[in-house]
Nanobody, 122 residues
Framework: QVQLVESGGGLVQAGGSLRLSCAASGRTFSLLAMGWFRQAPGKEREFVAGISWSGSRTYYADSVKGRFTISRDNAKNTVYLQMNSLKPEDTDVYYC???????????????WGQGTQVTVSS
């Protein structure tokens, strides 16, 4: 099991940027694929971005491609989500999650953080 703690959320104007961080502890972080998901009240949790254990592979939802960048620092046990050109529709609670496989499906992710709120004002 791995413990995950997100940080970096907040309120930003449309067009602005935020960087989310997710610090991991417990299981060997460098062996895990990591993902970022987001969820609005009453909606399903949706995939945002994923990164393989080595960082050599990344994948993005079409809605964020070209605006968001996922990265990881295995020496610091941390995964990041750089979010640029933010839009009001990016407003959600953002979660990081860990998986033993590189996947876009939330069913493959067994460990989750508590979430961090991102609010983009128009």
């Amino acid at each position: 099991q791995v413990q995950l703690v997100e940080s970096g959320g907040g309120l930003v104007q449309a067009g602005g940027s935020l960087r989310l961080s997710c610090a991991a502890s417990g299981r060997t972080f460098s062996l895990l694929a990591m993902g970022w998901f987001r969820q609005a009240p009453g909606k399903e949790r949706e995939f945002v971005a994923g990164i393989s254990w080595s960082g050599s592979r990344t994948y993005y939802a079409d809605s964020v491609k070209g605006r968001f960048t996922i990265s990881r620092d295995n020496a610091k046990n941390t995964v990041y989500l750089q979010m640029n050109s933010l839009k009001p529709e990016d407003t959600d609670v953002y979660y990081c999650a860990a998986s033993v496989v590189f996947s876009t499906s939330n069913m493959e992710y067994k460990d989750w953080g508590q979430g961090t709120q991102v609010t983009v004002s128009s």
